[in-house]
């Protein structure tokens, strides 16, 4: 029988409680790569955050990405940014004067046989781009307080804190990967960014549900300490959090991939980007780290230390983050 139908039957107990190290130890090298890359290459924002010049245009010819790039450096024109969306291109610069505006215009019309009329020029000045900025943090800041809220009324303090704390881990790993990867971040991105927390939310809100209804059944006679609990009751939605990210990502990474290299959507693929990586981080996260974190929280309270040195006492079992399950031995 494969590992795949065992573990969609229930058959296999994976101990991610007892991995906790393994896990920490992921995240925090994959936390320090993602700062480092903020830090070093910071986020590559585009027009409407920072202000520019956008030209868009249909080029009567077959060219490349390099060749536009080339024809607007030398133009003088600074690190132009040049995408493609179907058969148009897009190229975002720097703010230009109304004159190399004009300059610029014209020197693409008369390369790629285009009509000057067909070369469509927005303008987009930094006051505006900071302003747009504001709001998005703003809106980020909003959301992630109605998600404290909630949190703080549907689960106990410390379950909470593990969810934000998964929460935030997500974020900075998805900016990361944008920081090192150089792709644009556009209000598209922003909502992406909004998307993968509303879905790791619920990833661990799932989750943290089964652990709830486990562990609200430990009393002193208990034969299970709380990671044990805890550990089965995670590997209960194994199944169904994996589903789940399965599903979700797969016409994600059929926009990301596909779409945006066979199809020339290149205007999706900030979006897609963002939600691909945040997926599969979130799920990672519920799984691996607002667990394992919910239960080093817990293992520090009487209640549940009483358990566990009782449960010691007698079978000689370690009662800590590293204890299995008692299933464990079906796999």
């Known amino acids: 029988m494969g590992l795949g139908r065992r573990l969609y039957r229930g058959e296999i107990d994976v101990d991610f409680v007892g991995r906790w190290k393994l896990w920490y130890s992921l995240s925090g090298f994959l936390l320090i790569v993602s700062l480092a890359g903020l830090l070093i290459n910071g986020l590559n924002l585009g027009v409407e955050f920072k202000g520019g010049s956008v030209f868009s245009f249909k080029p009567a010819q077959t060219t490349s990405v390099e ?3 080339g024809s607007f450096l030398e133009e ?3 690190q132009p940014i040049v995408q493609t969306a179907g058969t148009r291109l897009r190229v975002t610069t720097e703010t230009l004067s ?5 300059k610029v215009q014209n020197a693409i019309a008369k390369t790629y046989s285009v009509p000057v009329k067909q070369v469509d020029i927005q303008s987009i000045g930094a006051s505006w781009g900071g302003e747009v900025s504001k709001k998005a943090w703003i809106g980020l800041g909003v959301f992630m307080l109605a998600i404290i809220l909630y949190l703080s009324m549907a689960f106990e303090p410390k379950m909470a804190l593990s969810a934000i704390v998964a929460l935030i881990h997500d974020l900075v790993i998805t900016a990361g990967v944008y920081a090192w990867s150089g792709f644009e971040v556009t209000p598209a991105t922003l909502l992406g960014f909004l998307t993968i927390l509303g879905y790791s939310l619920y990833d661990a809100v799932v989750v943290f549900d089964m652990i709830k209804e486990v562990t609200g059944k430990l009393g002193t006679t208990s034969k299970q ?6 550990n089965n009751a995670l590997n209960h939605t194994l199944i169904r959090s994996l589903n789940t990210s399965l599903v979700a990502i797969l016409p994600v990474a059929a926009i990301l991939f596909i779409g945006t290299t066979l199809l020339g959507a290149g205007t999706l693929k900030d979006l897609s980007l963002a ?3 945040g997926m599969i981080v979130g799920t990672y996260s519920s799984l691996c780290v607002a667990t394992p974190l919910l239960v080093t929280l817990k293992e520090r309270e009487p209640r549940y230390q009483a358990i566990a040195r009782r449960l010691a006492s007698t079978t000689g079992t370690k009662g800590g983050k590293g204890a299995k399950s008692a299933a464990t031995a079906k796999g």
């Not at 300490?225 to 805890?230: E, F, G, N, Q």
């Open 275 to 277: 939600l691909f990586v």
């Open 225 to 230: 300490t709380y990671s044990m609990a805890a």
């Open 67 to 69: 060749q536009v790039r």
């Open 76 to 78: 003088g024109v600074h």
């Open 98 to 102: 109304e004159s190399d505006l004009t």
